[in-house]
Structure formats: C-alpha cells, structure tokens
C-alpha cells in the first residue's frame, strides 16, 4: 500500500505541471489541490508503512526521489509566474541538487547517510511555501520559502560534516597495504 501511495504521488506530478504551465494566467486551484495533495501523500505513506509493517527497498528509494521532484516541479511554476522570490528559487534549486549529487558520491563510497533534523524540519516550510505561492499568499509563501531554505541548508552542511566524518573513519578503519 504504501508503495502505491508513492506511485501515485509520482503519477501526478506531470498532471500537476501541465495544469499549472498552460495556464497563461498562473496556476489556478486544481494544481495547488493536487500539489498539496502530492505533498501531504509523503506523510501518508510514510504513516501506512508505519502502521501496517510494509518497508521496503523500492519505498525507501522512490519517497525522496518523488519529494525532490515535487519541490523542483513546485519551483519550476513558481518560477515561471514569479510566485515567489526567484533568488531563493535558485538556491533551493542548487541545494537539491548538491543533496543528490552527495548522496550520490556518498553511495558510491558505500556511505549511507541518513535524513537528519534539519532536513526533516525543513519539509513542511518549503512544501508549504510552494504551495502558499501557488495560491497567491506570497508574504506568507516568502517567509516560508526563507525558513525552510535556512533548515535545508542547514541539514546540507550536517550532510557534508556527517559524510565528511564517515569518510575518514572509513580510511581510518581500512588495513594499509604492506610492503
């Protein structure tokens, strides 16, 4: 079930783009309904794998994938109508991809960081600010878009620490090879 719930969520990301994009005057409330609705499915799925027992390897690689791509696409629509303010847009932009790019150095080197505090508190601000743009509370999304912003590059530091770390106890751990 809660796999379903996050091929769902991913299924409607597209739906959520094309409804806000070809609307030449901004995006109206069936894409912010849908965002919020995609949104609010991370909790959802993340409770019905809690309370039903259902973990599992697809559901754990498919739940940030689908957060990271509903941030983009929320930026994307906020960007295009000038919903919020473009130069947060752009650091937000660069500090999901530096998480992925890190995540993916750090797999490579068989480092599994896991989501901090930061990063988790650091959701619901940037969500809400997306969706608080789309809907045209632009103060209210601004402020949101600044706080999440600070958490999420805040839990990029502690990543970049944490990884950091992990590498040097790694190297530290490893035999040397004898001459």
Do not use: H
Not at 84 to 103: C, F, H, N, Q
Not at 136 to 147: H, I, P, Q
């Amino acid at each position: 079930m809660p796999n379903a719930i996050g091929l769902l969520r991913l299924a409607l990301i597209p739906v959520f783009l094309v409804l806000a994009l070809t609307d030449p005057g901004g995006p109206g409330a069936v894409p912010a309904v849908i965002f919020a609705g995609v949104a609010a499915g991370d909790y959802l799925d993340g409770l019905v794998a809690r309370l039903t027992g259902q973990y599992s390897r697809l559901g754990a690689l498919l739940d940030p994938i689908v957060d990271r791509l509903l941030v983009l696409a929320g930026v994307v629509v906020c960007w295009r109508f000038e919903l919020l303010p473009r130069w947060a847009l752009d650091v937000l932009v660069a500090r999901e991809v530096a998480v992925v790019v890190l995540a993916r150095a750090g797999m490579g080197r068989g480092l599994d960081l896991q989501i901090n505090w930061a990063g988790r508190l650091a959701v619901w601000p940037t969500m809400s600010a997306l969706f608080f743009g789309l809907v045209g509370l632009w103060t209210l999304g601004s402020v949101l878009l600044y706080a999440g912003l600070a958490l999420s590059l805040v839990a990029l530091g502690m990543y970049v620490r944490d990884g950091l770390g992990a590498l040097r106890t790694t190297r530290k751990e490893s035999p040397t090879p004898s001459s």
